[in-house]
């Protein structure tokens, strides 16, 4: 099975803040990446599929960039409803694992 | 509006077993790759077990392999997960979810653009 890592595990931030989040697979992936967000109590969103494309309806500050290994998650400007657990998930392989999570706290 | 919409979680003993439905609307069922996927408390998402559009083809995790059965029902547009022999580690939040095909010049990706609510599977005696 492909592993993920984050980091960080989790990140404290301000509104107005641009926050990176990394994601690195235990083999190349090429760029068979996806985004998710998670609110508590509530399923995963995605917000970033095939490394780099922005899921229709979410916000142009988040980005993401990457292939082979090492993946981005680039959020602009932090707003209100931004702070969340971030996972990223690859669908190179089955199973399509995720990664531990980064969780975003308000400072 | 496309919709995912889980039942059967509860409360189970260690042993015993449960069927989850996740009864879908909106979309063309028999189009899409189907998947169930788990959450344990705090934790984050663990895949469990996927099916074809057609029924042809499953997966499932090795945690999970001869214990749980996923099906569909195409006719009914509702996915189901029979679980058996269950341990306290199976205990979690399980989230069906449409897996959808995005193709560019190149290459064709997939990822879960819907998800279901969650339904609370409890392992306990």
């Known amino acids: 099975d492909i592993q993920l890592t984050q980091s960080p595990s989790s990140l404290s931030a301000s509104v107005g803040d641009r926050v990176t989040i990394t994601c690195r697979a235990s083999?190349?992936?090429?760029?068979?990446l996806n985004w998710y967000q998670q609110k508590p109590g509530k399923a995963p969103d995605v917000l970033i599929y095939?490394?780099?494309n922005l899921q229709s309806g979410v916000p142009s500050r988040f980005s993401g960039s990457g292939s082979g290994t090492d993946f981005t998650l680039t959020i602009s400007s932090l707003q209100p409803e931004d702070f969340a657990t971030y996972y990223c998930q690859q669908s190179y392989s089955t199973p399509r694992t995720f990664g531990p999570g980064t969780k975003l706290e308000i400072k | 509006e496309v919709q995912l919409v889980e039942s059967g979680g509860g409360l189970v003993q260690p042993g015993g077993s449960l069927r989850l439905s996740c009864v879908a609307s909106g979309f063309t069922f028999s189009g899409y790759n189907m998947h169930w996927v788990r959450q344990a408390p705090g934790k984050g998402p663990k895949y469990v077990s996927a099916?074809?559009?057609?029924?042809?083809?499953?997966y499932y995790a090795n945690s999970v392999k001869g214990r749980f059965t996923i099906s569909r029902d195409n006719s009914k547009n509702t996915l189901y997960l029979q679980m058996g022999s269950l341990r306290a580690e199976d205990m979690a939040v399980y989230f069906c979810a449409r897996e959808r095909e995005y193709c560019d010049s190149t290459k064709c990706y997939l990822y879960f653009d819907y998800w279901g609510q969650g339904t609370l599977v409890t392992v306990s005696s």
């Open positions: 099916i074809a559009g057609d029924g042809g083809s499953t």
């Open positions: 095939a490394a780099s």
């Open positions: 083999q190349s992936i090429s760029t068979y």
